[in-house]
């Protein structure tokens, strides 16, 4: 008879852990759907005690902070776990490296401080390969499109059909010189969080707009860091906090031995 | 230049296993024909790939069909078709292993074949190109595919594959002596192996088949299938593969028995898979444990042919539901049969996780059609049945249902409606509330080859439509009952293809080709099935012959027609099969062996087999706290 699920027996969270971790090589074709299935076996198989939402459908409470679309590589994406037992973050990490495959790594985990984590982060940093085309032409191109103000591109959204202003968010853009294997150009960009989001792809539709810049491969994109751009226009780590608060803190007191 | 979901193609999947190519001697490639969402939960696949990749000296990798964009992709820059393992093409590989649960796959063989670089036509291969094998339960008649297959594997592959590998390693030892067509016959000279070219088939003027004979000496007049008899003894998938890329089954699965005997005569699947063997409670429990940490899955399927069956269900369930109690942990029971104690078991297998819908298949509407298929199910058990469920909380029941049945009139389908309204009257009564509901489920039916349905006419897909769509009138304009009942139904015409391919020859291998030539692939899937694409195929194809498409389906057989399987040996006796054939006109029913005498369906006899079940009185191993 017991149809409701017994409001006790859902254990509670009593720790909120921070992770940043990296999408890497032939991953980068995962869609955030995917990442998602994986990394919700990977902790169960890493046997970290997440907690569950109450229900007739338990999910894992994890909550994901703007993830890279698909095809992207990250060397910055994060994620919160919530846990029913307090655990060492660097056990975490290691663990969850563990039993994630090769190309999903997890490079830091840290206990949860206060403060919002997606509060922290309304910027990226990407860098952009482009294979087969010239330096100079890259170069030439990203004048032009500095020199707008504006520069309207369109994209196929969910709701249909829209025109986004590839410019706007654009804080620096670059080409970065001698990097990288000869015949490719690589672009460097720091790109503001808006909504709707502007992508390193429709950054290259703007460049193609005011340059007829036009690269005979795909590109291959790469995000290299997300955080909040301060005044100094730095990228600021969004776990620094955390981190600084536990440094701060008495460790003896804060981080028990073992989970 | 993008492809959809490009993650299905990549690998890297859990527990995949990446082998180096030069310190291995023999090459599987294996491949479901279908889409990687489809094809990389298959159970077969997966025990296979895990019982190659632990012999010594063996490569097994993993092919699936591509999707429509990425083969032209394919196509334009001459890329040929790959494994996902390693991504090496599979025209390198020694032996190309396909399994086909299901007809529809045929077109994607050939467009791989094709991708690969390998000729369609076994008569056009070389030594270059791999062996080319079937297997799967549509392997028990693979004339359509005759031309363009090597081999064809029936029964339980785990120790085929084994005993294949070896002969394969030793011809390659010696030189490949012969060429393929020497691997060929020592590999028919097994006995459980079908090679085609070996077999010649004659035909009368009238369009029937004449006779089927060896034209080689040593080849075995018939093939029998292989039967594997110690489930304990491999207990594969031990580290199923998990995916990066949403599949259609996210689970880990384990078999917990083989085999059917209930004698459901529509059922292929119970007549080629007999005896039972059931797997041991404690192979189970270890073999859940293993695999749920290997994987990390959420959910558990204890798979069958009809898992409420296995003799210590009971103690199995709830010894699972105890172990992973506050785990968020489900098990699952794919097939269930109309039982009230499966309320039961279902209630234990949602303890710790989510509650999906109870299913179950009367698969016949009336009394009387039960009683022709031999689906032993009163009105009263499912009543019963569902009562139980609804008073205990479950609100939706899911029914499946079979149209176009051996005799079936317009009245045994409607009667489906009757049902489904005392089903939903009796989930009012028993739950006191009205937000309770039902779902009925239905298809047209296939006669298979290999079941006492075998000569039997399929109904054409005209009048399978309109059964269908009385019964969806009849329900829908139900004013106390109707808003209940949901109905979900699949049109008559691709069942008719399935029917062509399902008892066809090896003339009908022609229309398959002529098919996927004129662009035919996934056809399993509606948007890409064409059925005017197989009717045209097939009055191009069989122009000159006596047989058109109604030949092969909607016509009834008689006892002494000669059936293009007749040399492909189920173990199932004909006679016996013609009798239940028989007996099912005039509703006799037949008891199951496992509980009563046997009544001589002649596979243990032929197949030296018996049925093994328990109880054993044994537990789940107990585990070790974590």
């Known amino acids: 008879m017991a149809r409701q699920p017994d409001a006790r027996e859902v254990a509670l969270a009593v720790q909120k852990l921070r992770v940043h971790f990296a999408k890497r090589g032939r991953l980068r074709f995962t869609s955030h759907r995917d990442f998602q299935r994986v990394f919700e076996r990977a902790i169960r198989r890493a046997e970290i005690p997440v907690a569950y939402s109450a229900g007739f459908s338990p999910h894992p409470k994890i909550s994901y902070v703007g993830a890279a679309s698909t095809g992207a590589a990250s060397e910055a994406e994060y994620l919160e776990i919530s846990v029913t037992r307090v655990c060492d973050p660097e056990r975490v990490r290691a663990e969850l490296d563990a039993a994630l495959p090769p190309g999903f790594d997890i490079i830091e985990v840290v206990e949860a401080r206060g403060g919002s984590l997606p509060d922290r982060i309304d910027t990226s940093h990407w860098q952009v390969t482009l294979t087969g085309v010239d330096p100079e032409d890259a170069a030439r191109a990203v004048k032009l499109f500095l020199q707008e103000e504006s520069i309207p591109v369109e994209r196929v959204l969910k709701d249909g059909r829209r025109t986004l202003d590839a410019r706007l968010p654009v804080v620096t853009l670059g080409v970065v010189e001698d990097l990288g294997p000869t015949g490719c150009a690589i672009l460097d960009m720091v790109v503001r969080h808006l909504t709707p989001a502007v992508r390193p792809d429709d950054v290259l539709a703007g460049l193609r707009q005011v340059s007829d810049l036009a690269p005979p491969l795909p590109p291959v994109v790469k995000r290299l860091a997300q955080g909040h751009l301060d005044e100094s226009g730095r990228l600021a780590d969004p776990l620094a906090p955390d981190r600084d608060a536990a440094a701060g803190a008495d460790p003896a007191a804060e981080i028990p031995a073992t989970r | ?626």
Not at chain 2, 83 to 95: K, Q, W
Not at chain 2, 331 to 339: A, E, G, I, M, Y
Not at chain 2, 349 to 359: A, D, H, K
Request: hydrophobic share 35%; with cysteine.
């Open chain 2, 1 to 626: 230049m993008s492809v959809s979901k490009p993650v299905q193609y990549v690998g890297g999947e859990l527990n995949s296993v990446v082998k180096d190519w030069a310190s291995c001697d023999v090459r599987w490639c294996l491949m479901y024909p279908d889409a990687y969402e489809v094809g990389l939960p298959n159970q077969g696949v997966q025990i296979l790939y895990e019982v190659l990749g632990e012999l010594d000296g063996v490569l097994v990798e993993r092919t699936y069909s591509v999707w429509p964009d990425l083969e032209a992709l394919m196509r334009e820059h001459r890329i040929p078709q790959f494994t996902v393992d390693a991504h090496r093409p599979v025209g390198a590989f020694d032996i190309f292993g396909i399994s086909f649960s299901t007809e529809l796959g045929y077109t994607n063989m050939l467009n791989a074949l094709d991708l690969a670089g390998i000729p369609i036509e076994s008569a056009d291969r070389t030594d270059d190109h791999p062996i080319v094998i079937a297997g799967g339960h549509a392997a028990f008649n693979p004339e359509p595919i005759a031309d363009f297959i090597d081999a064809a594997v029936l029964g339980d592959g785990e120790e085929a594959v084994v005993a294949i590998s070896a002969v394969v390693r030793e011809w390659k030892k010696e030189g490949c002596p012969g060429g393929r067509n020497e691997l060929l016959f020592r590999l028919a000279c097994t006995g459980n192996i079908y090679v085609p070219r070996f077999y010649d088939v004659t035909y009368r003027a009238d369009g029937h088949i004449d006779s089927v004979a060896p034209n080689r000496v040593g080849i075995p007049a018939r093939v029998s299938k292989h039967t594997l008899m110690d489930l304990d003894a491999w207990p594969y998938p031990k580290k199923p593969l998990v995916p990066l890329a949403e599949t259609v089954h996210e689970r880990f699965s384990v078999e917990i028995f083989r085999g059917c005997t209930r004698g459901c005569r529509f059922c292929q699947a119970g007549m080629i898979t007999r005896p039972v063997r059931e797997r041991s409670i404690d192979t189970i429990g270890a073999m859940v444990d293993a695999g749920l940490k290997a994987s990390g899955f959420q959910e558990v399927g204890l798979l069958s042919l009809s898992s409420a069956d296995h003799s210590e269900i009971g103690p199995i369930a709830k010894q699972l539901a105890d172990r992973y109690e506050g785990t968020n942990t489900s098990l699952s029971l794919p097939s269930t049969r109309v039982d009230a104690f499966n309320v039961d078991l279902a209630n234990e297998f949602s303890r710790n996780g989510r509650r999906s819908g109870l299913t179950f298949a009367p698969e016949g509407g009336s009394e009387r059609m039960r009683k022709v298929i031999n689906k032993m199910v009163t009105e009263e058990d499912l009543i019963r049945t569902v009562t139980t469920a609804y008073a205990q909380g479950w609100r939706r029941v899911k029914l499946y249902f079979m149209c176009g049945l051996p005799t079936e009139t317009d009245d045994d389908v409607l009667q489906i409606a009757d049902l489904a309204r005392k089903v939903i009257q009796a989930g009012r009564t028993a739950s006191g509330s009205r937000d309770i509901g039902c779902t009925v489920s239905i298809g047209g039916f296939v006669p298979k080859p290999h079941t006492p349905f075998q000569w039997a006419a399929q109904l054409d897909h005209a009048t399978t439509d309109s059964r269908l769509l009385k019964l969806r009138d009849t329900i829908r304009t139900d004013r106390q009952y109707g808003k209940a009942i949901g109905f979900r139904y699949h049109d008559g015409k691709p069942g008719i293809v399935e029917g062509l391919l399902s008892r066809g020859d090896r003339r009908v291998g022609r229309v398959i080709k002529e098919v996927w030539r004129s662009g035919g692939r996934f056809d399993g899937w509606s948007e890409h099935f064409s059925y005017d694409r197989w009717m045209n195929a097939a009055t191009t194809a069989l122009a000159d012959e006596p047989v058109d498409v109604d030949w092969y389906t909607t016509r009834e057989r008689d006892r002494a027609e000669v059936l293009p399987w007749d040399h492909l040996d189920s173990g199932l006796d004909k006679d016996w099969l013609w009798q239940d054939w028989q007996d099912s006109l005039s509703d006799v029913e037949v008891d199951d062996c496992r509980w009563t005498p046997c009544f001589d369906c002649g596979v243990c006899d032929t197949m030296g087999t018996d049925i093994q079940v328990g109880p054993t009185g044994r537990t789940l191993l107990p585990l070790t706290v974590v």
